[in-house]
């Protein structure tokens, strides 16, 4: 059909009519569920909804301490390393966040894909004294970054030392930076670790069996100081930040009820990294020299903890705390090839509002999934991200919220300016056992600013690479680790 001159600017003004009428629409329906944000329940019944105040998802300036807290003598606080509740006030930069968040999951992926190359560090070259104490580093991979960002604070040593260290279920060797700093110490917030001002601290041997078992829990062969035996660990991560030192053994204290001998250590002499002002790391994952199996004996390979949100207060609890409710939902703990530190879960699908997204089983069981406290935006196979995105678009669509430009690694993004509160798609996945978890209405967007509100969740590059539930996405939740019991359960509102 041929287009003459005079219908073409009939189209032409038509099209204009049309978009106007278009815009107030959107504004329209924006305006409503702006304005009738407690009704939007009800007006959509088919759909789950939270509706959340705005300044809740951005940065508070204040702490509020939650009053949740474990019945359990061995009972750590855990505190964002951004938020108002640490003694670090680490600046939040996000896009510099989410990147190294990408860096710990290639990281992981080129760690379970098993590719790794080898370099020698020392704990001071350019020392003779410490020359020949080196251990040899993988150039790649390694262990897992410690972006992490959840903080606890434990006492080590005799007097002790207050130490705030990163947590991470993803790792297992605990460290410190420790006196004289041989090498090269990062800058800490608090007093760095002298073991020669302790009384209960004590050098590994080489020839120890101790000392063996760091090279399936680093994937680094043990060094030997040339002096005294000592036994030298080494632990890269995957952005090329590592710590090297003397493999110790120290008073832990978790709290005044809670103390723990002679617990195996990385007394760090050469450290690099971003560490975000924290003292070091203590490792949860499964390995043997994990805190986890080093308390096994009196805490039964049992921990749980909250992560709050940035201004609140969660906790690290080892052991049983007895406030495990019936509430929670249990599924079992599954092992990841070529991955024995890590904790397996199995996903077995997602919804959105109430709506179960159709993504094949087969396409989670195929790639595994880790949950992580130390990773931060939850990645999944390209195929279900795909239908989890789209989904969670057309839903915030029909509410009438405007999309935003993307931020790093998310792509699902609204501009929120105006707005104060939000009706957002409820999410909740399905593991294997029949458990089902709502996630918290804190643990589905990632906020940067009122303009860039993001849905906080990522894809792998490949079906194939194993997926990570990440700690925005166990926010509040109650997390238990019951390893001897094989299962991992998840209880609403934990903190
Ligand atoms: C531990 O070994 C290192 C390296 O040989 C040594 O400098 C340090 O004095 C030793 N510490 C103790 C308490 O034996």
Request: aromatic content about 8%.
């Amino acid at each position: 059909m041929a287009l003459t001159i005079s219908s073409a600017s009939f189209l032409i003004s038509s099209f204009f009519i049309s978009l106007c009428l278009f815009f107030s629409l959107e504004k329209g329906l924006a305006l409503q569920a702006k304005q009738t944000h407690e009704s939007t329940q009800s007006h959509r019944s088919q759909l789950r909804t939270y509706t959340v105040q705005l300044t809740s998802l951005l940065p508070a300036s204040s702490c509020s301490p939650s009053s949740i807290v474990p019945n359990n003598e061995a009972t750590l606080k855990v505190v964002h390393k951004h938020g108002p509740c640490s003694q670090l006030q680490a600046k939040p930069d996000h896009a510099q966040i989410l990147q190294q968040d990408q860096t710990r999951v290639n990281s992981i992926h080129s760690r379970l894909s098993g590719k790794s190359v080898a370099a020698t560090a020392a704990i001071d070259d350019d020392n003779p004294r410490y020359q020949k104490d080196s251990t040899t580093l993988p150039a790649k991979s390694g262990a897992v970054v410690s972006s992490g960002n959840y903080i606890v604070t434990v006492g080590l040593g005799t007097p002790k030392t207050d130490l705030s260290l990163i947590f991470d279920t993803g790792s297992d060797i605990t460290w410190t930076q420790c006196k004289p700093c041989a090498k090269s110490c990062y800058n800490q917030k608090e007093t760095i670790f002298d073991p020669s001002k302790s009384t209960s601290y004590a050098n590994v041997s080489c020839n120890s069996a101790e000392c063996s078992q760091l090279k399936s829990a680093t994937g680094i062969t043990p060094g030997c100081s040339s002096g005294t035996s000592t036994c030298i660990y080494g632990i890269q991560y995957g952005d090329q930040s590592f710590s090297v030192g003397y493999f110790g053994k120290e008073r832990l204290t978790l709290s005044s009820s809670a103390v723990i001998e002679n617990v195996l250590f990385g007394c760090g002499q050469n450290n690099q990294g971003l560490f975000g002002g924290s003292a070091g790391l203590l490792g949860l994952g499964r390995n043997k020299l994990s805190i986890v199996e080093q308390t096994a004996q009196k805490y039964n390979r049992y921990f749980s903890y909250c992560l709050p949100s940035s201004s609140s207060t969660g906790y690290l609890t080892l052991g049983k705390d007895g406030r495990a409710s019936r509430s929670v939902k249990y599924t079992p703990l599954t092992t990841i090839p070529n991955g024995a530190s890590f904790y397996g879960l199995q996903v077995l699908g997602i919804s959105v509002g109430g709506k179960t997204l159709s993504i094949s089983a087969s396409i989670f069981q195929s790639a595994g999934t880790i949950i992580d406290s130390g990773t931060v935006i939850t990645r999944l196979p390209p195929t279900a991200y795909g239908a989890l995105s789209s989904e969670f678009q057309k839903q915030m669509s029909s509410l009438g919220y405007p999309k935003a430009s993307a931020l790093s690694i998310l792509d699902t993004c609204y501009d929120l300016s105006g707005y104060r509160s939000v009706t957002i798609p409820t999410i909740s996945f399905s593991f294997g056992g029949g458990a089902t978890v709502d996630l918290d209405s804190t643990g589905i967007l990632y906020a940067s600013k009122i303009s860039q509100v993001c849905l906080a969740f990522a894809a792998n590059g490949d079906d194939g690479d194993v997926a990570l539930f990440g700690n925005v996405q166990q926010k509040r939740l109650q997390v238990i680790y019951d390893i001897g019991g094989g299962k991992i359960g998840f209880g609403r509102g934990g903190c």
